[in-house]
């Protein structure tokens, strides 16, 4: 069955691929300017401006390897010192708004902040690259009006009736990776709750989804830590970053051969104005399923055994009291969201007294929003029951993650399953930050007490 989007104010020949052939089979170009390239830099390339952190208020890097494990933190600082809005030299230029009320302006101005390029790097698009207002990596690379289209593509997909049929299959998963870690010895097994658990539960969902093999999954991890780990590095010399573009190739090639049902097949019968949508839209719009719906729900998942490690009381109330978990999930939410977004300023103005200079980056912290006082009751304090909370961590503003069914649903399974199993479990050494926009756990270990 092909779908059909029409819109009367589509841009200019939306469906075309950039100039130089199909998606994910040209050599990109690097330069010093925008002009004639898919990749430039501002600045000259000195990995020495990439070392530790002086101050976040006037040199703020979230590269840093010591800003994931301490982030609340340093956002709490800022904002108690005055700084609603960090600034850095780094990446040829960035701002963080801090408080809710700055990452929410931001969020929602679409006249002044781009969302062609939502990963902050050393590069930024050239002209060759995706222009706005589709961008690399549809709906969340694309800007009014081409957005409201691309994200209304896949939206029915991730509808409540399209989510709910996959708890039993998720459930199954969480249970064979827990039989997976062997017997257990209470008091003396470790596991790692993030290796072992979290990192491998969206990843098999997503791939599933997509109509990928389910044997490529290390392969998707990658993927992962290239595009958003990597960023420090110089362009042009990040050696296999253009694997995920010939991989989805690969992988459209296929399903054009042998179609199946699938999230792949129905990306490539969606229609606009009466035309299939080109391999690079195609392409694009899969890389942000692939990468978002892997990374973002693990981090999530990880953050949350990593609190219930340390929180005896939060365990039992959760085994003892089923119903709290809706509240429950909202809070892991909340308090842990994995998501900071980007975006770049599209020209030059003043923002809340800051003299933003078009191709600036902009980051947007989403779970620093969440733990601002002026929007929420004690913020730094986990509460389980939580009743009141508007939380931010599926973003703000026209790009709210359309994934959040879906990203529920893992979460809660995850928790229920890992608890049900080990209803006691403490940390068993030092847990490993991500690196990067998006904050969660990479090595996780727990000692399993019951």
């Known amino acids: 069955m092909t779908d059909t989007v029409d819109n009367d104010t589509l841009p200019e020949d939306p469906l075309a691929a950039p100039v130089g052939g199909r998606f994910g089979e040209r050599e990109p170009i690097f330069g010093t300017s925008p002009e004639g390239t898919d990749v430039w830099q501002r600045v000259p390339y000195d990995k020495d401006h990439y070392g530790p952190?002086?101050?976040?208020?006037?040199?703020?890097?979230?590269?840093d390897p010591a800003y994931n494990p301490n982030a609340p933190e340093v956002w709490k600082e800022l904002r108690e010192g005055g700084c609603p809005v960090a600034h850095s030299d780094r990446y040829g230029g960035m701002w963080v708004p801090i408080t809710h009320d700055a990452v929410h302006d931001v969020a929602y101005d679409t006249d002044n902040f781009t969302s062609r390029a939502v990963v902050v790097s050393v590069g930024r698009p050239g002209d060759l690259a995706m222009p706005a207002p589709i961008g690399t990596v549809p709906p969340i690379s694309s800007d009014p009006p081409f957005h409201n289209m691309a994200r209304r593509m896949l939206?029915?997909?991730?509808?409540?009736?399209?989510?709910?049929?996959w708890e039993d299959e998720v459930r199954i998963l969480c249970r064979r990776l827990l039989d997976d870690m062997g017997e257990i010895t209470p008091g003396?097994?470790?596991?790692d709750a993030a290796i072992q658990y979290a990192q491998h539960i969206p990843v098999n969902v997503i791939g599933r989804m997509l109509g990928f093999p389910e044997k490529d999954e290390d392969l998707f991890r990658k993927f992962v830590h290239d595009a958003l780990e990597r960023i420090t590095e110089e362009p042009g010399t990040r050696e296999g970053l253009d694997d995920l573009g010939k991989y989805i190739t690969d992988q459209i090639d296929d399903h054009r051969q042998n179609p199946r049902d699938d999230l792949t097949s129905y990306l490539m019968n969606m229609e606009m104005e009466g035309e299939k949508l080109s391999d690079e839209i195609v392409g694009g719009s899969i890389i942000l399923l692939l990468i978002?719906?892997?990374?973002?729900?693990?981090?999530?998942?990880g953050s949350s055994l990593w609190h219930l490690a340390q929180s005896p009381d939060d365990r039992q109330r959760l085994t003892e009291d089923p119903e709290v978990m809706t509240f429950a999930i909202e809070e892991?939410?909340?308090a842990y969201a994995p998501v900071t977004m980007a975006r770049m300023v599209a020209k030059d103005h003043d923002f809340h007294g800051c003299p933003m200079k078009k191709d600036d980056w902009v980051l947007l912290p989403f779970p620093a929003a969440n733990r601002d006082p002026k929007q929420f009751e004690d913020p730094d304090t986990f509460i389980i029951d939580r009743e009141v909370n508007r939380h931010a961590a599926f973003g703000l503003g026209i790009h709210?993650?359309?994934?959040?069914?879906?990203?529920?649903?893992?979460?809660?399974?995850?928790?229920?399953?890992?608890?049900?199993?080990?209803?006691?479990?403490?940390?068993?050494?030092?847990?490993k930050w991500s690196v990067g926009q998006i904050r969660g756990p990479r090595a996780l270990p727990v000692r399993i007490l019951a």
């Open 53 to 63: 952190v002086s101050d976040f208020a006037t040199d703020f890097d979230h590269a």
């Open 155 to 165: 939206l029915p997909p991730f509808a409540p009736k399209q989510i709910e049929p």
């Open 188 to 191: 003396e097994t470790v596991v």
């Open 292 to 301: 978002a719906g892997i990374d973002t729900t693990w981090s999530a998942i």
């Open 332 to 334: 892991f939410l909340r």
């Open 400 to 431: 709210r993650c359309l994934g959040s069914n879906l990203a529920r649903l893992e979460l809660k399974v995850a928790i229920e399953e890992f608890i049900a199993r080990f209803p006691n479990f403490e940390l068993a050494g030092d847990t």
